[in-house]
C-alpha cells in the first residue's frame, strides 16, 4: 500500500470505446481535480514494469482530489493481474466504470481496431472476433468487474452509463461518489461518439445483423 499525496484518489477503469473520455473531461472542469493531460497512463496494464516513481510523476500532489483514466484496465483476460495490482497500490482508491450499449461500443471498438491496423479488413466480423477475442471481452461487463470485485468493496466502484451522461443528477452523483465539493455542472456532449449517427461503410454494414453481434446483446441484458 502506498501513503502519500502524489497517487491518484480515483480511476476510471473503463470501458474502452464507451465514453472515458468524455467523463474524464467532464471530471478534470473542476478546479478542485487533477486529471493528467495525458489521459491514458495505463500504468497498472501496460507500464507496470515502469515502476511506482514513473507513475507519480503524472500526479499534481498540490491538488487534493486527482485520478487517471485508462480503459485497458478492464480488458481481462488480455491483461491481467490488473485489479490486484491496484488493489495493492491503492486499496481505498474508488473506481468509475463507464458503460455504452454493448452493440455500438463493439462497433465503435472494431472500427478503431481496423483504423489502427490492429486487425485486417480482410477479415470478416467473425473471423476478427476470433483473431481479436478483446473486442467481445471487454464489452462483457460483469465479467471485467467481478474481477475487480474479488478485491474491492462495492461501495468503492460505481458504474455509469454514458446513454445516460445528460439526465438530471448524473454528474451530480459522480462528484458526490468523489467527494468533490461544490462542483461546476454543465451539460456535456459526448466526445466519443463515434457511430450512433454515422453512416456505415458497407464493410460494416454486416456487423448490424451478426449473430455474433445478438450474442452479445444476449450477453449483457443476462449478466
Not at 7 to 28: C, L, M, R
Not at 89 to 116: E, F, G, M
Request: positive net charge; hydrophobic residues 35%.
Amino acid at each position: 500500500m502506498v501513503s502519500d499525496l502524489s497517487i491518484p484518489n480515483f480511476i476510471i477503469i473503463g470501458s474502452e470505446k464507451a465514453g472515458t473520455t468524455t467523463i474524464s473531461n467532464a471530471i478534470a472542469l473542476q478546479k478542485s481535480v487533477f486529471i493528467p493531460k495525458i489521459k491514458e497512463i495505463h500504468f497498472f496494464s501496460n507500464n507496470w514494469d515502469k515502476g511506482l516513481n514513473w507513475y507519480k510523476n503524472y500526479f499534481d500532489n498540490n491538488v487534493k482530489i486527482k485520478g487517471e483514466a485508462s480503459p485497458s484496465y478492464t480488458d481481462y483476460p488480455l491483461i491481467k493481474d490488473v485489479p490486484e495490482r491496484i488493489y495493492k497500490t491503492l486499496p481505498n482508491v474508488k473506481l468509475l466504470y463507464v458503460l455504452r450499449n454493448p452493440i455500438k461500443r463493439i462497433i465503435s471498438q472494431y472500427r478503431h481496431a481496423l483504423y489502427y491496423n490492429w486487425i485486417s479488413k480482410n477479415l470478416d466480423f467473425e473471423e476478427a472476433i476470433i483473431y481479436r477475442p478483446q473486442l467481445i471481452d471487454t464489452g462483457k461487463y460483469y465479467f471485467q468487474i467481478k474481477q475487480y470485485l474479488r478485491f474491492f468493496d462495492k461501495n468503492q466502484i460505481k458504474i455509469i452509463c454514458i446513454e445516460e451522461i445528460n439526465e438530471p443528477g448524473f454528474f451530480e452523483s459522480v462528484y458526490e461518489f468523489l467527494n468533490i465539493n461544490d462542483p461546476i455542472i454543465r451539460k456535456i456532449k459526448n466526445e466519443n461518439k463515434t457511430g450512433d449517427k454515422f453512416i456505415f461503410p458497407k464493410y460494416l454494414e454486416f456487423a448490424r445483423k451478426s449473430d455474433i453481434i445478438r450474442k452479445i446483446a444476449g450477453s449483457y441484458h443476462n449478466e
